[in-house]
């Protein structure tokens, strides 16, 4: 695209390659803020959104990556990326100033690769302890169990609130200086990593001055096991395994979308039925979380029955999916080249008869809770979302869209069989509570809607193609979107030409997410940071990874 | 009309021929004191069964149906494990508060039970400031539940407690303008005097709009006194994971769960002794014959019917609505319920002036 050109004309420190409608962008270190703040701070064509950053181990110099897109054309993805040869004490420009979502990002960098970034005013480990010694993700890691003994004591609260800041002065000398997280006089209440409503371990700490939040600061990794650095040993038809543990509820799209990658990477053509198949199995899971997801929220708010009646109707596909995967929970369904074995004889009957049932059911959730004063009155004006807050903190998915930010993946890049669906991108513009509960069940319909223009049409032909039996990526990186439940998953696959892969990334929907609810929530109640949670529906193994 | 008053009369007389007057009292009053706690824990037994019945009904499950028939021995076999749980030392909690909580919501709940007409001679004390005496020792438990928020020295206690504390003395006020709209209508503050002037015409219908107005009060405040949902902020099992009694392990937290019960069987109690008739059947007057039929259904099953009646909306509420948050809370009292029931308060005294 010209604009994108002219842009990255106006650097010339730049390398540029292209592919179809990603640009490559490598900078050298001391220009990356420069570069960034081109590309996010201009008049033409603003990258207002940052996917992700990926951290990345060469061997001899370690980088980071920075997934860029536009929200007006989403389409269209940057990917720049800047490498650092000192190992000792590599640093970066921070970009926190540029995007919100920046924060987290940096700070998971530097928890696996040590990076600092300069200027970050918290350079705290995200999912580690503290005192956790060397940089996991690093290839010359040492797992040595000694080095990191099991620990036998609680996490030190001191360390972990004190927030580091590195920064490098006019000398060139390194300064690093601490900061208080919480005034002493402050009343922190842990909610988690035990507590009902944190939908997994998450643990947040809030202050509170009386009932009303003052400053909420995240915990994360108490279910952290280290998904990518063990895909790093698995082989390609191994790692599905694994992403189906990462986000439980919409596992079987996150699979699907990592089998997507892999599938562009071989240019392995895979059949019409096991798209159709694919989208249909996305779609189902689709509904099942969102289901989840409104009847946790509404549990949240002290609902007890409409948890139950989401529960009631997300047990009808968890049998379909027992039937034609095996699993409920993790159906383990797409593999490299299609699915896993064909659908069930039964499986077109029992979907078809789900989704009048479904619209019947979605009527009387309607009535339970939309129109209860009670419930209308607690979303009533709460946790507002501008829409350029949500882009620049990467809340996609519903989130994002109850803002009026359209990022649905299945629009930008139609993948699967979603071409051959017609179905609308819900979008709401009022970015409150409200919206971000609706729509949800209004997303149920849409995908309802697709279930039943597909579920005819299943063309015949295999379900699967044949791959080799020792499946080698050829070198390069690889990376695929699609529109999981929570919001944009994404896979980063950098091959060496292996059968194992030299880093994986996924980037996490739900990351995002409670980084929204850290902005949105101060000024609440402790009541809404509930309910805030609940309507942002994030899941934390999605988080910890 | 059978009335249990033979037997309490019976047994009045049959002490008194045998003893003293003075053993034959002291004697009534450890069988009344038996009685009132073995039904206490009984009723808390069934109630508890109860919940679990209707919430599953509203939530399309089956419920408890394994011990037992429908499941009736169920509530028994959780009492007999709560009572065998371990009792949890809690460091730096402060011990002597902490052990005295419990006992001050319990004493609270059953010195109100004590108090209510389940029958002519079915009713402990019968004072003659029976409505006072009703309100002043419902409102101790407050006391025991900030103490219990107090003590165990935790955050999330501490928060619940000071939820409750404005709770339920918000609450309590609409709870007693509407009480005094019957007593107005009534000109008594005697519970047995209110239920047997309402022997042609229940209080609602004696009293007409007003006493309707003051019925739907005094359930809305009635079911925030019992920290049941929509109003369970206190406990808020999302926000605070157990409000003020996270603490409490074993029959101690037994406790708590006994009264909160007792507390919703009491409300419905109160309500249906000064607003739907207490243990007076269904009259219409003039209707000789269906007044009679009426009277062959015994008055302890008019109480209980439509005590358990009131209990039924109560739990139909709380598995239907979600919670309010705080400021929603009081503003429902302080704006909306107290206002209204102090105008219901004059529109009584202009309906018993001109009606």
């Known amino acids: 695209m010209k604009v994108i050109q ?89 970009v926190i100033d540029l995007w919100l979502s920046a924060d987290l990002y940096e700070r998971e960098v530097h928890d696996f690769f040590g990076i600092n970034f300069l200027h970050n005013p918290d350079m705290r480990r995200l999912f580690l302890r503290q005192d956790w010694k060397g940089y996991p993700l690093r290839k010359d890691y040492d797992a040595n169990p000694e080095l990191n003994p099991i620990p036998t004591e609680n996490e030190n609260l001191e360390a972990m609130e004190d927030l580091p800041t590195v920064d490098i002065d006019l000398n060139g000398k390194r300064r690093e200086q601490h900061q208080k997280l919480f005034e002493k006089e402050e009343y922190v209440v842990n909610f988690g990593p035990q507590h009902p409503s944190t939908h997994g371990a998450l643990h947040l700490r809030v202050s509170l001055d009386g009932e009303i939040i003052k400053k909420i600061d995240p915990n994360f990794g108490y279910i952290h096991r280290g998904i990518e650095k063990m895909c790093e040993t698995y082989t390609y038809p191994q790692i599905p395994h694994l992403i189906d543990r990462m986000d439980y509820l919409s596992g079987t799209i996150h699979r699907h979308g990592y089998c997507l990658a892999v599938e562009k990477a071989l240019q392995l053509e895979v059949s019409d039925r096991a798209h159709y198949i694919r989208t249909i199995i996305d779609e189902l899971t689709r509904i099942a979380s969102h289901l989840l997801g409104w009847g946790c929220m509404a549990n949240d708010m002290g609902a007890i029955t409409a948890f139950i009646y989401g529960m009631r109707d997300r047990e009808k596909i968890m049998d379909i999916f027992e039937q034609t995967c095996g699993g409920r929970l993790m159906p383990n369904y797409s593999c490299i080249g299609g699915v896993m074995h064909d ?62 930010w359209s990022n649905d993946v299945r629009k930008i890049e139609p993948y699967a069989a979603y071409r051959h669906a017609d179905f609308k991108e819900m979008l709401r513009s009022d970015g409150l509570t409200f919206d971000r509960y609706v729509i949800r069940l209004d997303e149920i319909e849409e995908s309802l809607k697709i279930i039943e223009q597909l579920i005819d049409n299943i063309p015949g032909g295999a379900c699967c193609a044949k791959t080799k039996a020792i499946i080698k990526l050829p070198e390069g990186e690889f990376f695929q979107r699609v529109e999981g439940s929570h919001g944009e998953f994404d896979v980063f696959i950098s091959s060496k030409g292996e059968k194992y892969p030299w880093r994986v990334k996924f980037r996490s929907p739900c990351m995002t997410l409670v980084n929204t609810l850290k902005h949105i929530a101060v000024g609440g109640k402790i009541a809404d940071l509930i309910m805030l949670g609940g309507s942002l529906d994030y899941v934390v193994p999605c988080i910890d990874r | 009309m059978f009335h249990l008053e033979i037997i309490t009369k019976w047994l009045d007389e049959f002490l008194r021929t045998y003893l003293l007057d003075g053993w034959a009292l002291f004697i009534e009053f450890v069988l009344i004191g038996v009685a009132i706690l073995a039904a206490y824990a009984v009723l808390a037994l069934i109630l508890i069964w109860l919940e679990r019945k209707v919430c599953a009904f509203f939530q399309c499950r089956l419920g408890p149906n394994r011990v037992g028939p429908f499941g009736l021995l169920q509530s028994v076999a959780d009492m007999i494990k709560i009572l065998l749980k371990e009792l949890i030392k809690i460091n730096k909690v402060d011990p002597f508060l902490f052990r005295t909580a419990m006992f001050l919501v319990i004493i609270a709940s059953i010195c109100t039970f004590g108090a209510l007409p389940f029958d002519k001679g079915i009713q402990a004390v019968d004072f003659n400031i029976g409505v006072f005496y009703l309100l002043a020792v419902s409102s101790l438990g407050v006391v025991g539940i900030l103490i219990a928020g107090w003590s165990s020295n935790n955050k999330y206690t501490l928060i619940g407690a000071m939820r409750s504390g404005a709770q339920l003395i918000s609450y309590e006020l609409s709870c007693g303008l509407a009480l005094m709209t019957i007593v107005m209508l009534s000109g008594s503050l005697q519970l047995s005097e209110i239920v047997a002037q309402q022997s042609y015409a229940w209080n609602i219908f004696r009293g007409g709009i007003p006493a309707i107005i003051a019925l739907i009060i005094y359930l809305i405040a009635g079911h925030a006194e019992t920290n049941r949902g929509p109003f369970d902020l206190p406990e808020a099992e999302s926000e605070l994971t157990a409000g003020y009694h996270t603490e409490y392990s074993g029959i101690q937290f037994g406790f708590f769960y006994l009264a909160e019960y007792l507390n919703m069987f009491i409300i419905a109690a109160i309500a249906s002794t000064l607003f739907l008739g207490g243990w007076m059947p269904f009259h219409i007057p003039g209707w000789a014959g269906f007044n009679a039929v009426m009277d062959l259904i015994p008055p302890v099953i008019w109480f209980f019917g439509k005590t358990f009646a009131c209990i039924f909306l109560a739990l139909w509420v709380r598995w239907t609505m979600p919670r309010l948050r705080i400021d929603q809370l009081l503003n429902l009292e302080w704006k909306i319920l107290m206002p209204l029931s102090l105008i219901n308060i004059i529109l009584m005294a202009l309906w018993i002036i001109y009606v």
Not at chain 1, 28 to 42: H, M
Not at chain 1, 72 to 94: A, G, H, V
Not at chain 1, 356 to 362: G, T, V
């Open chain 1, 6 to 94: 002219d842009l990255l004309a106006q650097m010339p420190y730049a390398e540029v390659v292209r592919q179809d409608k990603t640009y490559l962008v490598t900078v050298p270190k001391e220009q990356l803020y420069a570069a960034a703040s081109l590309l996010k701070n201009n008049e033409k064509l603003s990258f207002d959104y940052l996917n992700d950053i990926v951290g990345i181990d060469n061997g001899d110099s370690l980088g980071a990556v920075y997934i860029l897109s536009a929200s007006q054309f989403p389409s269209y993805i940057i990917r720049l990326k800047t490498l650092t040869d000192d190992r000792e004490q590599p640093t970066m420009d921070s």
């Open chain 1, 343 to 404: 659908i069930h004889p039964e499986f077109q009957k029992k979907v078809k008869a789900f989704v009048p049932y479904m619209r019947k059911m979605l009527k009387e959730d309607h009535i339970l809770f939309t129109g209860n004063p009670i419930a209308r009155d607690r979303m009533d004006g709460v946790g507002y979302l501008s829409k350029e807050q949500a882009i620049s903190l990467g809340a996609t998915g519903p989130t994002g869209r109850a803002s009026g």
